[in-house]
C-alpha cells in the first residue's frame, strides 16, 4: 500500500489546518469518551421525509407508504403537489376499518398495487414503505413485497422498508431503503470493485466518481442506481465507501454480502473530501504523487472559496441538535475549516465504528457530544450557553427564533448539493447565511421597514 495515509497533513490546506490525531484506544480522554447519552422526548422527522430525495434519484422508482392520512400529508406538504406531473410516490391509507380490524388490509393494499401499475406502466421498481400505523396493525409488508413480486415481476420489482418514525429519524429512511436493495445486487467477477453508498445529486455523484476513476479506480458505481435496472452488479471481493454518515444499516447489509468498507472522513469540505478520496486511493493501493495530483486543485479551489464564509462564520459557537445524522461530519467542517467554535453537537445515535475517524477530528476541539435527546434538557443546556448559531429540525426553529436566536434547518443540509470539493463554498454559505439574514432584518427593523 503506498497511498497517503488519510490522515496525513496536505497541501493547500489553510494556515490554521492541523492533522487529525488517529483515532485512540486507549489512554488519555477523547471526543468518544465525554459523550453525554440521553433518553426522553424527541424533536425528529420520520423516515418518510427521505422519500422527497430518494423519489428523484431512482427515476423509475414508486414509492408506496402504506399509513395513515397524516402520513400523506406529511409527504406531500414536504414534497409539494406536482400538478403537471404524475408523483413517484403515493400511499395507501389505513383508514379506520383497517384500524379496527374489520378489512383485509392485504387484499386492499394488493388492489391498490394493482390499480397502480396497470395505471402507471412506467414503474419499474415499487417500495411498500411501513410506517407507524402499518406497524401498530403488524401489517407484515415483508410478506406483501414477496406475494406481489411473484404477481409483478420481472417486469417491476417490489420491495420493503419501514419509514415509521417510532424510534428513528428522518435519513434513516435512506438507510433503510438502501438496505433493502443490497440483497437484489447481482455478484460476477465482471462486477464493478468499488461502490459508493449514499444518494447524491447526479452532478456531485458525477464529480466524485471522476475523481475516482482519474486516480485509476475505474470499475466503480453508486449506490442507489439512477433506474431500477441500473444497480450496481457487484465483484465478489468488491469494497465500499459511505458517501453518507447515516447508512449503517446499509453498510451492515453490504459486509454480510461479503463487501469490505473503506473507513474514512465523510466528503464534506476540502478535508473531507481528500480525506475520503485518500481512503479510496490506500485501499486501491494508487501511487501517492497521483492522488495528490488529482486532489490538489480541487483543495485548493474549495480552500480559496471558504475564505468569506471563513471570515463571517470564525469564532462564531454553534450547537447542534440531532436530527440529521450528519451532524459530527459537519460540525468537524465548521470548526476546522471554517474557525467556528463548537458547543454541543447532537446525534440521534452514535457509531463509534464508521464515526471513528470523524471522532478522532474532534479531539481537542472542547466540544460536548451528545447522543439521543431529552429535549427540554437540551433546550435548557442551548439557552444557558447563548450559541451564535443553533442548528435544528424546522420544528424547534421557529420558537428559537422568536426568542431571539439565530437558526438553521437541519434538512436543508440533506437537500442541498454539499458533498465535494464544488460544493465546499455552498455548504459553508449554508450557515453563513442566516447570520446575513438576521443582520438584514435588524437593519430593516432600524429603518422601520420591518418583514422586508
Ligand atoms: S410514519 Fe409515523 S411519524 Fe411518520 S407521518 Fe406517519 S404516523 Fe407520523
Not at 447524491?200 to 470499475?219: A, F, K, N, W, Y
Not at 480541487?298 to 468569506?308: D, I, V
Request: proline share 6%; net charge negative.
Amino acid at each position: 500500500m503506498n497511498a497517503r495515509s488519510p490522515l496525513a497533513p496536505t497541501a493547500n490546506a489553510d494556515p490554521d489546518w492541523k492533522p487529525i490525531a488517529a483515532p485512540t484506544s486507549g489512554g488519555s480522554e477523547t471526543a468518544a469518551d465525554s459523550i453525554l447519552r440521553e433518553r426522553g422526548q424527541q424533536s425528529v422527522f420520520c423516515g418518510l421525509t427521505s422519500i422527497i430525495w430518494l423519489h428523484r434519484k431512482i427515476q423509475d422508482a414508486f414509492f408506496l407508504v402504506v399509513g395513515s392520512r397524516t402520513c400523506a400529508h406529511l409527504i406531500q406538504s414536504a414534497a409539494g403537489v406536482m400538478i403537471f406531473a404524475e408523483p413517484r410516490f403515493g400511499t395507501a391509507i389505513i383508514d379506520d376499518r383497517d384500524l379496527a380490524g374489520l378489512a383485509d388490509a392485504n387484499t386492499e393494499l394488493d388492489r391498490v398495487v394493482e390499480e397502480l401499475l396497470s395505471r402507471r406502466p412506467d414503474i419499474r421498481m415499487l417500495f411498500l414503505v411501513g410506517s407507524c400505523p402499518s406497524e401498530v396493525i403488524k401489517l407484515d409488508l415483508s410478506r406483501a413485497a414477496e406475494r406481489l413480486s411473484q404477481r409483478h415481476s420481472p417486469a417491476v420489482r417490489i420491495l420493503n422498508y419501514s419509514g415509521s418514525g417510532i424510534e428513528t429519524t428522518f435519513t434513516q429512511g435512506e438507510d433503510a431503503c438502501l438496505a433493502a436493495l443490497v440483497p437484489q445486487l447481482e455478484v460476477s467477477e465482471q462486477g464493478v470493485e468499488l461502490i459508493v453508498v449514499g444518494s447524491l445529486p447526479d452532478m456531485v455523484e458525477d464529480q466524485l466518481v471522476e475523481s475516482l476513476t482519474r486516480m485509476g479506480i475505474d470499475r466503480v458505481a453508486c449506490l442507489p442506481g439512477r433506474r431500477a435496472n441500473g444497480m450496481p452488479v457487484v465483484h465478489p471481493n468488491a469494497r465500499f465507501l459511505l458517501a453518507q454518515p447515516f447508512l449503517s444499516d446499509t453498510a451492515k447489509a453490504l459486509v454480510g454480502r461479503g463487501l469490505t468498507h473503506i473507513p474514512s472522513l465523510f466528503p464534506f469540505g476540502g478535508e473531507g473530501t481528500q480525506a475520503w478520496l485518500e481512503s479510496a486511493a490506500a485501499a486501491f493501493n494508487v501511487d501517492t504523487t497521483l492522488v495528490e495530483n488529482v486532489c490538489a486543485p480541487g483543495r485548493a479551489r474549495a480552500t480559496q472559496s471558504l475564505s468569506r464564509a471563513r471570515e463571517a462564520l470564525k469564532g462564531k459557537r454553534v450547537f447542534f441538535f440531532p436530527d440529521s445524522q450528519l451532524e459530527l461530519p459537519l460540525a468537524r467542517f465548521l470548526h476546522r475549516e471554517l474557525g467556528m467554535q463548537l458547543l454541543e453537537v447532537g446525534v440521534p445515535y452514535l457509531h463509534r465504528g464508521l464515526m471513528a475517524q470523524e471522532l478522532a477530528a474532534l479531539e481537542g476541539s472542547g466540544v460536548q457530544i451528545s447522543e439521543g435527546q431529552d429535549l427540554a434538557k437540551q433546550l435548557d443546556r442551548c439557552r444557558a450557553m447563548k450559541p451564535d448559531l443553533i442548528v435544528c429540525g424546522l420544528g424547534l426553529a421557529n420558537p428559537l427564533e422568536a426568542e431571539g436566536f439565530t437558526t438553521k434547518w437541519s434538512i436543508e443540509l440533506v437537500f442541498s448539493p454539499v458533498h465535494g470539493f464544488e460544493q465546499a463554498a455552498d455548504l459553508a454559505n449554508l450557515f453563513a447565511r442566516p447570520f446575513d439574514r438576521r443582520s438584514r432584518i435588524a437593519h430593516d427593523w432600524q429603518k422601520g421597514r420591518p418583514g422586508l
